[in-house]
Structures are given as structure tokens and as C-alpha cells.
């Protein structure tokens, strides 16, 4: 558990709903990086990264934090 996180379960969604971008891993063909914008955070960081992996057509957050940038991938 993040403690940054623990009480953003609404971000959590929001960013999964309508992320700002969404990345393909470069190494699992089923797993996504979420990214969502957040201007008014008090930390440095602006994104809210979240890492899904999707097994069965089913996806599983396998972990999220804040990122000051976005992951160059494929």
C-alpha cells in the first residue's frame, strides 16, 4: 500500500475511466500504463501512474503511485 494513495480511491478510478494517456508495456503485450493529469497536487509529482495487467480480458492493478513524467514506451 502507498501511503499517498490510501484514501484516493477515487482517483484511482477516475484515471482508470478517463486516463490522460495509455501506454503499452514494453515488456508484457497485456499490460497498460494509466496516466492521469493532476495539477493540484502538493507534491511534485503530476501523474497519477497506474500499472494494469489484464489476464482473461480482465484487468488487475498490480501497483500505482504519483510520477512527475510519463514513461517513454513503444
Known sequence: EHPLLANKIGELKET?????IVKNSFYNENVLYYYKH???LKIKARY????VKYINERG???TAY???N???TK
Open 38 to 40: 493532476y495539477k493540484n
Open 60 to 62: 488487475y492493478i498490480i
Open 70 to 72: 510519463i514513461i517513454i
Open 16 to 20: 482508470l475511466r478517463k486516463p490522460t
Open 66 to 68: 504519483y510520477v512527475q
Open 48 to 51: 497519477l501512474f497506474i500499472i
